[in-house]
């Protein structure tokens, strides 16, 4: 019973033991019997010992075999599954990565539409300023002064709202289209291809390919070959590391985890697609910047347009003095308060002051110099220097304002700050307005991930060891600032300032010259701009303080003192209508007009008269030209003597003439009025130009002014080329000439020579003479008919050319002519 006991021979079987066989002695077994056995050969014991160590060897080869082979298979599930775990996450923050894309454009597409919006908006607003609402339409005209502010913000309104409403539209097109551009090329889901889901993929039998080491390997006894990687100058492996891995774990890293040509992560460095984006926001982020700057520089020019527009609403056609003020107040605050919320006055570097802080204020100056303008005070150099000079500090605080914009806008190099949630961060390669940092609402990709982050699309190009270190990352593109769009503006905010320096040597020239100097004016009918009525401006433009508009009176109102004037002008306007109307219901038979006689008067030798005034039974003649006149008494068809005199103090032709108790009104070449007062005394009659009566407009061929009941001016005028006459009445509170009805001049037409015109005493009268001899009379009150023809026209072949004609005496009427070049003849009726 040993070890090396021979086994029983098959079929043996062992009988019960014999008495005496084996005693046990002490020491050892006692034979009893038989003698004892041979002892076995040493070969014997050999071959039992190796084939036990061959059965315990097997057994540990395959107890080892099936751990490794267990752990192979392990590893191979984990390999598989690692790989993708590894894509999914990786395509999961790419997707991420496209909505970083998607979220930084859209922040740029949602400004660059509110500015479109805001854009639409405001060009319906300053175009109706501009042009349906415009100042002057529905009133008077303001002063020039005020006028000058006016336009020139408005204008620039409407440059900026141009301008950036075209930078808007660019910066959210290119936006646009670069965020298409990176998410069709370069930001793309890392999908693995089939190949690489092959070679990640591993069957059973790889186990197979497995060096032997790494089959039969007793854990705990053989360790692992340690971290590995390819020499690839002396094609040998070199470890990097100490942790010990299965051959086929370095497999997997070498054909899984291989360089792909990125770089290894590092604290500093920074996904791709951030880099790639920023280089992008080279295109458009400058356009992004001037348009919201613009935005700021429309409204502050147009809220201080508006602030202008409608105190000149308020002053010209409404006639109000307080809302003017409150309108000012109002919207220089809203200007005030958008400036101070957008600009942020650097500490250093400004050259100019802030007046932003003081421009806003500048309507309050226009509004004081519009309430001395449009004042009840009488007309003073005091009061037109004093307005002049608020108009001044305006231009000069506009000027300095438009060059404080244009430093404001200016780009500069700043430092990079760190980024803080919330608010604005752009990369110190962009210059931006200092002044403007916080209202641009720029945001630029990160340079830098966030602590704890990192990029696994990076982590997954990267090479191990330090080959993967020596391969460049992807930066953005490294190209100068697109500063075209600084240049745009630049060049707006030159044009802002060369409008202010235009206008204000304009302004000097006007106030050196004259107001509206340069300008042509209305010919037949002085009127502002263009209306049947003429439109008086404040008397730093016209030299008088009151308007009158084409309403009867600017004050919207018919006060109880101007009810009667102003339904007398009504009824001599209208009654030409009417009498007009019942001429074609009524059947009317036009008497036979008296023929008149030549009366018997010797003309003194240096008289050759062309014009005729009357007063009572007296009748004045005088020669146009040179001022040269006899006053003579008419009795009958004779004359009780002739008294010559000589006109003193005219220059130029004389149109018209009109005598009356007051003197003699004359009417000179050009639309001057002259008066001469009393009666010639010593053969001489002194005359001076009317402080009363302004002139009448321009292109007359015919007129005569002459005073009614009340002392009032009343003309009558003929202009070239016209057939009818216009009445004119002067409406004294304004000095101005307002139409008040027209006359129709009967008889046949002569286009060489003009009708001639006088007007009875006191105006009540009007004498119309035609080139063929005829005299018609035509009341100019309400009630006093149609018109009456006073005088027969001289025979058909007549030679004679016939002058001006009077009525005298109990309704005599007087006509002057010359024959042939021959003395003057003066025909009167019986």
């Not at 079987?13 to 003698?35: I, M």
């Not at 080279?282 to 809220?303: K, P, Q, T």
Request: net charge neutral; with cysteine; proline share 8%.
């Amino acid at each position: 019973q040993g070890p090396l006991a021979q086994a029983p021979a098959p079929g043996f079987v062992p009988g019960p033991p014999r008495p005496g066989d084996f005693e046990r002695r002490e020491g050892g077994p006692e034979r009893t019997g038989a003698p004892p056995p041979d002892p076995p050969p040493a070969a014997a014991m050999t071959t039992v010992l190796a084939a036990e160590a061959v059965g315990a060897a097997t057994a540990a080869a395959r107890g080892a075999f099936n751990y490794n082979r267990a752990n192979f298979m392990f590893d191979a599930g984990m390999r598989w599954a690692r790989f993708n775990t590894g894509y999914g996450q990786a395509m999961g923050q790419v997707s991420q990565y496209r909505e970083d894309i998607r979220d930084l454009t859209e922040f740029t597409v949602t400004k660059a539409d509110t500015y479109h919006t805001v854009g639409t908006i405001c060009f319906v607003l300053n175009f109706q300023t501009i042009m349906a609402g415009r100042l002057g339409v529905h009133g008077p005209a303001p002063p020039g002064w005020i006028m000058g502010m006016y336009w020139t913000n408005i204008c620039s309104a409407l440059m900026f709202l141009v301008t950036f409403t075209w930078m808007a539209m660019h910066s959210g097109a290119r936006a646009n289209a670069g965020a298409a551009y990176m998410l069709t090329r370069n930001v793309r889901l890392p999908i693995p291809t089939p190949k690489m889901l092959d070679e990640a993929r591993m069957t059973g039998n790889e186990f197979e390919k497995q060096r032997v080491l790494d089959v039969f390997r007793i854990p705990f006894i053989a360790p692992a070959p340690k971290d590995s990687i390819e020499d690839p100058e002396s094609g040998q492996r070199v470890q990097t590391g100490e942790r010990r891995m299965p051959r086929w774990y370095h497999d997997e890293v070498s054909e899984l985890r291989k360089d792909e040509g990125g770089a290894a992560p590092s604290p500093t460095s920074n996904p791709e697609h951030f880099e790639l984006y920023r280089g992008l926001q080279e295109e458009w982020w400058c356009y992004d910047v001037y348009a919201r700057i613009g935005i700021l520089f429309f409204f502050s020019h147009w809220l201080a347009a508006i602030s202008l527009y409608s105190m000149c609403h308020v002053f010209c056609e409404l006639r109000c003095l307080w809302p003017a003020w409150t309108v000012v107040a109002m919207f220089s605050t809203a200007q005030y308060n958008i400036l101070q919320l957008d600009i942020v006055a650097p500490k250093e570097g400004s050259r100019m002051p802030p007046m932003e802080k003081v421009v806003p204020f500048v309507p309050f100056l226009a509004v004081a110099g519009m309430s001395i303008d449009y004042s009840v005070l009488d007309p003073h150099p005091f009061w037109v220097g004093c307005i002049y000079t608020l108009g001044w500090l305006g231009y000069i605080i506009y000027f300095l304002w438009a060059l404080r914009m244009f430093d404001l806008a200016s780009p500069k190099f700043e430092e990079e700050r760190p980024e803080v949630p919330g608010q604005a961060w752009t990369p110190t390669e962009w210059p931006l307005p200092p002044a403007f940092r916080n209202a641009v609402y720029l945001i630029s990709a990160p340079k830098r991930l966030e602590p704890g982050q990192t990029c696994l699309l990076q982590e997954m190009k990267a090479a191990k060891g330090e080959q993967g270190n020596k391969v460049p990352q992807k930066r953005a593109r490294e190209v100068q600032p697109a500063m075209l769009p600084w240049k745009l503006f630049r060049g707006a905010l030159i044009t802002t300032c060369s409008m202010w320096v235009l206008i204000m040597c304009g302004r000097g020239f006007e106030q050196v010259n004259g107001e509206r100097y340069l300008l042509k004016q209305e010919g037949r009918v002085e009127r502002w701009p263009s209306h049947m009525q003429p439109w008086m401006a404040p008397w730093t433009r016209k030299g008088s303080r009151q308007e009158t508009c084409h309403a009867g009176g600017c004050d919207r109102r018919l006060s109880s003192s101007d009810v009667s004037s102003t339904a007398q002008q009504l009824i001599a306007t209208l009654a030409p209508l009417v009498q007009a109307f019942d001429a074609q219901n009524e059947r009317h038979v036009e008497p036979i007009a008296p023929k008149l006689k030549s009366a018997e008067v010797s003309w003194p030798a240096s008289l050759s008269p062309s014009l005729l005034a009357s007063r009572g039974d007296e009748v004045l003649a005088l020669d146009r030209v040179t001022g040269r006149g006899a006053l003579l008494r008419l009795v009958g068809v004779a004359h009780a003597g002739v008294s010559e005199f000589v006109l003193k103090g005219l220059e130029g032709e004389i149109l018209g003439a009109a005598w009356d108790n007051a003197g003699l009104v004359l009417t000179l070449a050009g639309g001057a009025i002259a008066e001469c007062a009393g009666l010639p005394a010593d053969g001489a009659w002194s005359c001076i130009r009317s402080g009363v009566a302004p002139a009448l407009p321009s292109g007359l061929a015919s007129a005569v002014v002459g005073r009614d009941a009340t002392g009032k001016f009343r003309a009558a005028v003929v202009y070239d080329g016209d057939d009818s006459v216009t009445l004119l009445d002067l409406l004294s509170e304004a000095a101005a000439w307002l139409p008040a009805g027209e006359v129709h001049v009967p008889g046949a037409k002569s286009p060489t020579h003009a009708p001639q015109l006088s007007l009875t005493s006191l105006a009540q009268e009007i004498l119309i003479a035609t080139a063929d001899g005829a005299v018609h009379r035509r009341p100019l009150m309400l009630g006093g008919g149609a018109s009456e023809k006073v005088a027969a026209a001289a025979p058909a072949g007549s030679a004679r050319k016939w002058f001006t004609a009077c009525s005298f005496g109990a309704d005599r009427v007087a006509h002057l002519a010359s024959h042939h070049g021959a003395r003057p003849e003066l025909f009167v009726s019986a």
